[in-house]
């Protein structure tokens, strides 16, 4: 499930721009003065601009050194982004430059900064160091066992129990790595507001034997919303087919937030988790920063939590991030409860994410979003393992008032209440058809919106063009639910509230 292997170059672009340096006293010499040839040096502004061999902008963490041919080290500073660095007042003569960056191999080149030369690009090329011919991944640990799974070896090792395999036992930077992360974290909810995919699902019931059962399989059109509360809570509102039902999961177990978990490393998100930098190792081939995350105890939990019954029960999440060294992206993040969530019989909830660029706008800008996950749960003794994998990326900008486009042959119903609300939809087929009337239970979440596709094999189980009409009895107040039937064939569509509708167990 891994993706392929991808060797990482960083090119450096060295652009030098000159700078005529005048005395105070020369603005007064005499026209002769002016018309001899000039023996004043002229001072040059030296650009560092760093790339990765496919031209894109390499942000990850590196040293540029210049000295001079006495020894002198000249100080530069960032330029307007992550990939540049400005040395200035630098006069005619040969330097060193010297790029260092963990994970890559060294490079050192002497250049030449000439007088009135107006620009000069040369490229240094920094390969992944793979120490020898042996690759090492940073995931890389021996088998272990789990008490919560005994000796079945049906779950990947516990987070507590890996030792990740380090290149060099150089201090880790983790404030630097970490700010890094935030920054990429920042520009995707800044440029990410919609995307769309096609999502393929795998469900495996796994026996006391850690064998797996026979496979369920689910494809959906999968639309989300990514939104920031107020609060800082990243908010997302997630369509499979047009809708919101869980019970469209197999075994009824829902997997919903994955595209937001990589979001605790957003500067908002940061001060509720404890991080630990384990060492850079490598992870499909690329350079990478392994850095451990547990959940803090005296910080409100506001990452994930489990919904049963409509009641929601936070999840304590501890784990491991893999970051890419040339770009801070993380590239894997694999999650587990800190601790078991006993009211709901909660033992295991794993997580392996494998995130991956997808083109975003333009050929030049891209967005890190998932591609591959893995899930493994354990609750009140039924296991499940899980796989979703993602394709046919669709990403676009969207004004915050527009809505998610209603699916052709569909119910809409909105909640438009602080509360959730709990309903049947029957739909009743025309006179003279063989088809029966058709009934599901169904939530429709506080303020969101549900879509209930119709069609053979879909939500309401009839073709489309046989519904005469259909009723929604809900629990919420009279008046809460707005609802619209989206039919190419004239049919009716009636709301009753306040009616004694309970969560189905």
């Known amino acids: 499930m891994h993706r392929a292997s991808r060797t990482a170059c960083l ?28 023996t004043q040096s002229a001072h040059a502004s030296l650009k560092v601009c760093l790339r990765q061999q496919d031209d894109t902008a390499f942000s990850g963490l590196a ?34 430059l010297e790029a260092v960056a963990p994970g890559f191999t060294s490079v050192t080149e002497t250049i030449e900064i000439k007088a009135r030369r107006e620009l000069e690009t040369i490229y240094l090329v920094l390969k992944p160091e793979y120490f020898g011919t042996v690759r090492v991944d940073a995931c890389s640990a021996p088998s272990t066992t789990n008490s919560d799974a005994g000796n079945f070896h049906w779950l990947p090792p516990d987070v507590d129990t890996t030792v990740p395999t380090r290149l060099d036992d150089k201090p880790c930077p983790l404030p630097a790595v970490l700010q890094g992360v935030e920054q990429r974290m920042k520009q995707l909810v800044g440029s990410l507001q919609k995307f769309r995919a096609t999502e393929y699902i795998e469900h495996f019931k796994v026996d006391g034997a850690g064998k797996r059962g026979s496979r369920q399989t689910r494809t959906f059109d999968y639309v989300v919303s990514v939104s920031q509360a107020p609060n800082g809570v990243f908010e997302l509102d997630e369509f499979r087919d047009g809708s919101v039902d869980r019970s469209q999961f197999p075994a009824g177990i829902s997997t919903e937030g994955l595209p937001a978990m990589a979001l605790l490393f957003h500067p908002t998100m940061v001060p509720d988790f404890n991080f630990e930098c ?27 939590d489990n919904v049963v019954k409509n009641v929601h029960y936070p999840v304590p999440l501890k784990g491991h991030a893999y970051i890419d060294a040339a770009t801070l992206q993380v590239v894997r993040l694999e999650t587990q409860l800190a601790e078991p969530v006993d009211k709901i019989g909660l033992t295991v909830e794993r997580f392996a994410i494998n995130y991956a660029p997808v083109q975003f706008h333009t050929d030049a800008e891209e967005l890190w979003l998932p591609q591959t996950a893995e899930l493994y749960v354990e609750q009140k003794g039924h296991r499940y393992y899980r796989e979703h994998s993602f394709k046919n990326f669709q990403i676009f900008a969207v004004d915050a008032s527009q809505k998610v486009r209603a699916p052709r042959e569909s119910y809409s119903f909105t909640n438009t209440s602080d509360q959730d609300i709990f309903g049947i939809l029957t739909v009743t ?45 809900h629990n919420g107040r009279s008046g809460s639910v707005r609802a619209d039937a989206f039919l190419t064939e004239e049919s009716t569509l009636d709301l009753i509230g306040d009616s004694p509708i309970w969560p189905s167990p």
């Open 429 to 473: 087929p025309a006179s003279g058809t063989d088809f029966r009337p058709v009934s599901i239970k169904f939530e429709i979440p506080a303020g969101k919106s549900v879509f209930k596709v119709v069609g053979s094999g879909k939500d309401v189980d009839l073709p489309a063009e046989s519904v005469a009409s259909a009723t929604f009895v």
């Open 63 to 96: 040293t540029i050194r210049l000295t001079s041919a006495t020894g002198a080290e000249f100080a530069g500073r960032k330029a307007e982004s992550d990939d540049q660095i400005i040395f200035t007042d630098l006069a005619p003569g040969q330097y060193v």
């Open 11 to 38: 090119l450096l672009c060295v652009a030098i721009f000159v700078v005529p340096a005048f005395a105070a006293g020369q603005l007064a010499s005499n026209a002769a003065a002016l018309s001899a040839p000039s």
């Open 278 to 304: 384990e060492g850079l190792g490598f992870w499909e081939g690329r350079p990478a920063w392994r850095i451990r995350f547990e959940q803090r105890a005296d910080r409100p939990n506001r990452m994930r």
